[in-house]
């Protein structure tokens, strides 16, 4: 329940005037114009950082699994008035995104192939390492199913969620799940992991309690467990570590194991305001806005404004010497600003003045606006989208970031999340 403060403020209808004409006019028409794979099913991500070329038709399973959650909530939005477009056209997209993984994603295993052909032929992206690199693939496909049986009322795309989700624990209970691009090295414990597992649980918790599923209860427990892993483990006072790496395995002070992710920081604690919020843990609720703005005011920088990728506990640029490509990538990218973390900032602080009524995160969130809305968005509204990739002082550059695409997640489901908190009464 949002604060009376929040509902009767005067910004909420101006706010959501702008987060739906942005996604209805600047960020939804792209990926409908070209992207989406309308034959197939899916969506072509290997796109420049510009957005003007499409490099390949090959298609990142991590991407399709969030394309099909994106078109599920797009949906079910579109289908209360609450968004622009046809709930049909999504609904349409969702189904065939979400058929498209059933058929083609799926590993004799049960685990999900990290990289597909147009057609749906497994491909190995690093070659010799084989199909089923990376836990968060599967992840994405299950939180694609899930928000897929919401939008249509398939149940049998819920049963595979499930099969799926059961494998992914299995998995990461004996300890091999792997992560590529970026492996966690022995010894060391990745916040992503319960995070990625947080918002998995919670969104299946919520597609089986529409259905009435005898599971719902037992996956609110698993949610609810993943947010006391996060608090507990992770968090040091008002920060999350990103990793957590014993002193035996010669990584507890290098530059891995000091370093902080301002946005995964702050995406991982709007996941625990929310799960916090459907269980009644007020408390919890509390301390995760707190470490929003913990987050934000850490990562912020004061010579140019914008999120830093990365930064030590103090907010200093890291530093030291790479012993790995994760801490090379820390240590190359730490100044970049990246869309995802100033979406989910955008997100993460208004939540968390709606629910707590924290002046501080208001403000916050407008520091936030007013620097994505400059530096972001593409500056020809011919083409749209958002010029995602930058340099420290704003400036587009071509790099890629964990997979080598231009992916519509965090902006859309932000977009649709922001419009959904600001809706009308």
Request: glycine share 8%; net charge negative; hydrophobic share 40%.
């Amino acid at each position: 329940m949002v604060t009376s403060e929040f509902a009767r403020g005067e910004f909420v209808p101006r706010l959501r005037h702008i987060y739906r004409r942005h996604l209805d006019e600047v960020i939804m028409p792209f990926w409908l114009r070209g992207p989406a794979d309308v034959e197939l099913g899916g969506v072509f991500t290997c796109i420049d950082n510009r957005g003007e070329h499409r490099l390949s038709d090959d298609k990142y399973v991590w991407s399709q699994g969030r394309f099909a959650w994106l078109m599920g909530r797009a949906a079910i939005l579109a289908e209360r008035g609450a968004i622009g477009g046809s709930a049909e056209t999504y609904r349409a997209l969702a189904r065939a995104t979400a058929d498209f993984l059933v058929r083609h994603a799926f590993l004799p295993n049960g685990r999900c192939a990290y990289l597909l052909t147009r057609d749906g032929r497994m491909k190995e992206s690093l070659p010799g390492q084989g199909h089923d690199i990376s836990i968060f693939v599967d992840c994405f496909v299950v939180l694609g199913l899930a928000e897929v049986a919401r939008a249509t009322g398939d149940e049998s795309y819920l049963a595979a969620a499930l099969r799926s989700y059961d494998g992914i624990r299995d998995v990461l209970a004996t300890g091999t799940a792997r992560s590529e691009p970026y492996p966690v090295p022995a010894g060391c414990r990745s916040h992503a992991f319960p995070m990625i597992m947080l918002n998995v649980s919670q969104e299946l918790e919520t597609a089986l309690e529409a259905v009435g599923h005898t599971r719902a209860a037992a996956l609110g427990a698993d949610a609810n467990a993943y947010v006391d892993e996060i608090l507990g483990d992770f968090l040091d006072h008002d920060i999350i570590r990103e990793m957590l790496c014993g002193e035996d395995s010669g990584s507890g002070s290098g530059v891995l194991a000091r370093h902080i992710t301002p946005g995964h920081a702050v995406e991982s604690m709007w996941f625990v305001m929310e799960q916090a919020r459907r269980h009644g843990r007020e408390a919890v609720v509390a301390q995760a806005a707190d470490v929003v703005k913990r987050s934000i005011e850490l990562g912020w920088d004061d010579q140019y404004g914008g999120l830093l990728r990365f930064v030590e506990r103090d907010g200093s640029p890291p530093r030291g010497e790479a012993r790995d490509r994760y801490e090379q990538l820390i240590l190359d990218t730490w100044d970049t600003k990246i869309w995802w973390p100033h979406s989910e900032a955008l997100y993460a602080s208004l939540l968390g003045y709606a629910l707590t009524g924290d002046q501080a995160l208001l403000e916050l969130h407008d520091r936030v606006h007013a620097y994505t809305f400059a530096t972001f968005p593409h500056p020809d509204p011919s083409v749209g989208e958002w010029i995602q990739i930058r340099d420290r002082q704003g400036r587009p550059i071509d790099k890629v970031v964990a997979l080598p695409v231009k992916d519509p997640y965090h902006i859309m489901r932000n977009m649709m999340l922001l419009v959904d908190l600001l809706r009308e009464p």
